[in-house]
């Protein structure tokens, strides 16, 4: 059986009949909605009330009365204007904590702007404590209050204060005041709201006080600087025994001359706070305030006067133009404006604000007071002149804001760290302007900064000319670009000189061509690069324009660097052609090590080592020229070579090389930087816009740029490109000059030699022939490598020679193919050995090679293979390799004959290319003399090209001992 009680339990699964009333925003019927303001029964505050019901039809309220949820009515309108006003309602209804805040005044004043039209009653609780027709009362809402006076009278020894107010434009006293819910004025049928909320807290209080606040004398000053004077912001301060200003009396002596605008920052949480105040001499007023200006005169009586008005309406005025939201704030209380601080600090907002506030003569103070700011408040301000010096172009870069200036430095420091912050003398960071961060990048990379100018060569003028715009050049920067542009970057006005009488010899024409190109570029005192092939006569044309210069200088010492091995070349050459020329050789360990002396040479020799060395006395001494040969020495920018060489000073610089670039574009910029320092920048700059660009990434377009901007400053002829002027077949010495340890190993040899022959008569010779030619040959293989003789005790690793060719063969290879010959087989294993190590491909052919057809062919045909290793006997003759156009003789033979049928192996029908022979000579060794008897003891030589086969016979014991060092 199912009982009533297990029933009920369940009722509460069936939906509930509650009435549904009927309540429309536009159309509410039949039924008035209206407001009603009460008291709350227990807090005694002010509560509103949305009801609804039905009317008479004389239109009165008729009984039931219904409370409605204005939350609910927000669900059913989409105007922004009646949801802010239902909200508002239901902040206040039957909500005995509301009313107490700023933002209550607020929702009661939207409450109060009434967008549907709703009557408004108030709660009689004399007739009923609760809502019903008969206790609610109609009244009219009024303009909001504004303008509230405190009086203050003097009663001694009191001072006497009451409270008026200005309601419709009528004078009210306190005792014709009726207060209502602590926000109201009510007057006849009308409420008044107190419009502002510093307002409402002042009624209060005179509320509490029966209208009247009464202070002793002795304590009224300090009552006024802290009661009535902050309490002047919001209200008018009244005193009746004061004087009365006159009518134009605006300013009195006494108080100052003139206005002064100034604006106060500060924060609050996350906004800026922007305080507009006026200061009339050294009285200060907030402009949003309604505090009075007086002054004490002498007898202490207390003088109003008169605020200027239209000036501060104006400074109101110019602020709300600066941001929308100003103008919206205009309707609050506050005596400042606000912006929230990541808005306010927008360099894009705050920089036309303040410009516009101080064209008008506002002074803002508090900036860089503001919580985390360092930013400085003036936009940057450029001026940029660029004027000439001797040897480069001065470019002054002045960046101000306001009274502060940035440094060149901390420019720079910015722009490399793409920052647009730099640090000022102040301590806060001025912002650089996004299109000068670009602009400043490029002029510092054009030049360095030196006593805060940026110097930029005048060797770099195509850049100049490029980066500063018409205005910034002063008129003597623009008659000398327009004058590089036309002679220089077009290189088609040089002139011809005559080429020295002290000169021995004739130049050819391009390289009297390359005389006149060194000297066309010495005139406008700029720096390059000789990069004439090898074989084309660098020296000679270096020689001739060192003889130049004695009628340009009166200083014409000139410094000289060179690889070891061409220290002997570069003496022979300069002996040759140039024998007025003084030269002192910087080498060995007994070298001179200072630079007393030097005014009396005019041409100091030295080599890359020595002046690593030597550089803490060179780097002192002002050259003429330095001249750096084969310059690619110093292609690594890391290495001492290069760092040595950057110390160097001189007028002027010359790399000389005939392989300016081997790897990479890097290799340019090394030596470029070297003898052009300034044209191509930084080393970032120059990888950024054309190493990598160009190595890289193959970019036509910057190989193009940079191949423009260094012609005017590199001359190149290949051998292709002189070729009718040069010899089918070139033939120049090297000397590969001994280490210590390759010395020692000679020298001990070389003395025993020479005892023996000391010890033995002329008839004896014959009978120790082996022995005198087993001697030479170990001197000469000495020359070639210590380690050739084996099982023996003098010994060593060090081989010049074969620095050398390795030197030679990794810079000319990629170009050239070449030939290597030497009379010792084992010479060739040791090159060999050093070739595998580099992974260099070759060909070897000697006499115990099988394949002689496959090694020729290989290296006539396979583009890779570069190098050909051949011994002397077995390849001297019958071989035709016209692929190789560069030959090496590694060891001199007696008979010339033989060299040159090893040359001829290259040089023959079929050869469309210049070739070039080199034989690599052992300085101060059997080699020189060697090389000697070849070009003048024609007679000797015969005899001892006999003595291979006929064991020294017919040789005298004086004739070998003039082949050793005595």
């Known amino acids: 059986m199912v009982t009533s009680e297990f029933m009920s339990d369940f009722q509460q699964l069936l939906p509930k009949d509650e009435p549904s009333i009927p309540v429309s925003v536009t159309d509410p019927g039949n039924a008035k909605l209206f407001i009603v303001l009460k008291q709350y029964k227990f807090h005694k505050q002010l509560c509103i009330e949305l009801y609804q019901a039905e009317t008479t039809q004389a239109g009165k309220i008729k009984n039931p009365l219904t409370l409605i949820n204005p939350l609910d009515l927000t669900l059913k309108t989409n105007n922004v204007t009646e949801i802010k006003f239902f909200s508002a309602i239901a902040r206040f209804q039957n909500n005995p904590t509301a009313a107490r805040t700023a933002s209550d005044l607020d929702a009661l004043k939207s409450i109060i702007k009434n967008p549907l039209q709703l009557d408004f009653f108030y709660h009689n609780p004399e007739f009923s404590e609760n809502i019903v027709a008969g206790s609610i009362q109609p009244v009219t809402m009024g303009a909001p209050v504004q303008d509230l006076s405190l009086w203050v009278q003097w009663a001694e020894p009191f001072y006497e204060m009451t409270l008026q107010a200005t309601i419709d434009g009528k004078e009210y006293n306190w005792n014709e005041l009726r207060i209502k819910y602590d926000y109201f004025f009510h007057t006849g049928d009308a409420f008044y709201v107190i419009g502002n909320f510093h307002l409402v807290n002042v009624v209060r209080f005179f509320a509490r006080t029966n209208g009247l606040i009464r202070i002793h004398e002795s304590k009224f000053k300090s009552f006024q600087e802290n009661i009535i004077i902050p309490l002047a912001d919001h209200l008018t301060i009244v005193y009746p025994d004061s004087l009365s200003p006159m009518a134009e009396q605006v300013i009195q002596p006494g108080i100052g001359e003139g206005l002064e605008k100034v604006i106060y920052l500060s924060e609050l949480g996350n906004y800026v706070i922007i305080d507009p105040v006026m200061k009339y001499g050294n009285i200060e007023i907030p402009v949003r305030t309604k505090r009075q200006l007086y002054i004490t ?50 360099e894009e907002w705050f920089f036309t604000a303040f410009e516009v506030w101080e064209k008008e003569g506002i002074t803002i103070y508090g900036f860089n007071k503001l919580k985390g700011n360092r930013l400085n408040s003036h936009r940057a301000k450029v001026s940029i002149k660029v004027t000439s010096g001797l040897n480069w172009f001065s470019t002054d870069i002045k960046v101000g804001f306001g009274n502060q200036q940035a440094s060149l430095s901390r420019l720079q420091h910015a722009v490399r760290n793409k920052n647009k912050y730099v640090q000022l003398g102040d301590g806060t ?35 100049v000319k490029k980066l500063y715009e018409e205005q910034m050049l002063d008129t003597s920067v623009k008659r000398e670009l327009s004058l590089y542009t036309e002679k220089i970057a077009t290189n088609t006005t040089i002139q011809e000189v005559e080429v020295p009488d002290e000169f021995h010899g004739s130049l050819r024409h391009y390289q009297h061509q390359g005389l006149n190109w060194l000297n066309f570029i010495d005139d406008y005192n700029f720096g390059g690069i000789l990069a004439d092939d090898m074989g084309l006569g660098k020296s000679i044309q270096i020689i001739a324009f060192i003889l130049l210069q004695r009628n340009k200088t009166t200083q014409n010492t000139n410094l000289l660097v060179v690889p070891t091995s061409l220290l002997f070349n570069w003496q ?58 084969e310059s690619q020495n110093i292609k690594n920018i890391e290495s001492q070579r290069y760092q040595a060489a950057r110390l160097l000073r001189s007028r002027n610089k010359i790399a000389i090389t005939g392989t300016p670039v081997e790897n990479n574009t890097f290799d340019l910029y090394a030596q470029l930087s070297f003898a052009c320092p300034g044209l191509l920048g930084s080393k970032q700059h120059f990888k950024h816009i054309y190493s990598t660009p160009i190595d890289t990434f193959k970019v036509k377009r910057r190989s193009i740029e940079l ?22 077949k070139t033939e120049m010495i090297c000397y590969c000059p001994m280490g210590e340890e390759q010395r020692k190993v000679y020298d001990d040899c070389e003395k025993e030699l020479r005892d023996f022959l000391t010890d033995i008569t002329n008839e004896e010779i014959s009978k120790n022939s082996m022995h005198v030619l087993r001697g030479l040959t170990r001197l000469r293989q000495i020359c070639n490598s210590p380690q050739l003789l084996k ?10 020679k074969i620095e050398m060719l390795l030197e030679q063969i990794e810079s000319k290879s990629p170009q050239h193919k070449i030939l290597i010959f030497s009379q010792f087989v084992g010479m060739l294993h040791l090159i ?19 394949n002689r057809e496959t090694a020729v062919h290989n290296f006539q045909n396979e583009a890779g293979i570069r190098v050909f290793l051949i011994s002397l006997k077995a390849g001297g003759t019958g071989l035709n390799l016209t692929a190789a156009d560069y030959v090496y003789i590694v060891d001199p033979w007696w008979n010339p004959a033989v060299e040159n049928q090893a040359i001829d192996r290259s040089y023959r029908i079929g050869q469309k290319k210049n070739v070039v022979a080199v034989r690599l000579i052992t300085p101060g060794t059997i080699e020189e003399k060697i090389v000697k008897l070849q070009n003048t003891k024609k007679e000797l030589s015969d005899k001892l090209i006999k003595t291979a086969t006929s064991y020294l016979n017919g040789i005298s014991k004086a004739e070998i001992l003039s082949l050793l060092n005595i």
């Open 429 to 463: 960071l001025g912002i650089l302007p996004e299109q000068w961060i670009e602009k400043l990048a490029d002029y510092f990379t054009s030049g360095e900064i030196i006593d805060n100018n940026l110097i930029t060569p005048k060797i770099n003028f195509s850049e």
């Open 832 to 850: 060999q050995k050093e070739l595998e190590a580099r992974n260099i491909p070759f060909e070897l052919l000697t006499g115990k090679t099988k």
């Open 791 to 800: 099982d023996e005790k003098l010994q060593g690793d060090g081989s010049a």
């Open 707 to 728: 191949q423009k901007k260094i012609a005017p400053f590199i001359l190149r002829r290949t051998k292709a490109e002189v070729a009718t002027e040069l010899p089918d």
């Open 572 to 629: 022979e050459e300069v002996q040759k052609f140039a024998p007025s020329i003084k030269i002192l050789t910087l080498y060995n360990a007994d070298r001179q090590k200072n630079t007393s002396s030097f005014d009396n040479y005019e041409i100091i020799l030295t080599s890359y080592g020595t002046l690593i060395s030597d550089i803490t006395f060179l780097q002192h001494y002002t050259f003429n020229y330095v001249f750096l040969d």
């Open 297 to 346: 005169d002498e007898e202490g009586k207390i003088q109003t006067m008169y605020r200027n008005e239209p000036a501060e309406t104006g400074f109101i005025a110019l602020l709300i133009k600066q941001h929308p939201d100003f103008f919206e704030q205009l309707d609050n209380d506050l005596r400042h404006f606000y912006l929230h601080k990541s808005r306010f600090l927008a």
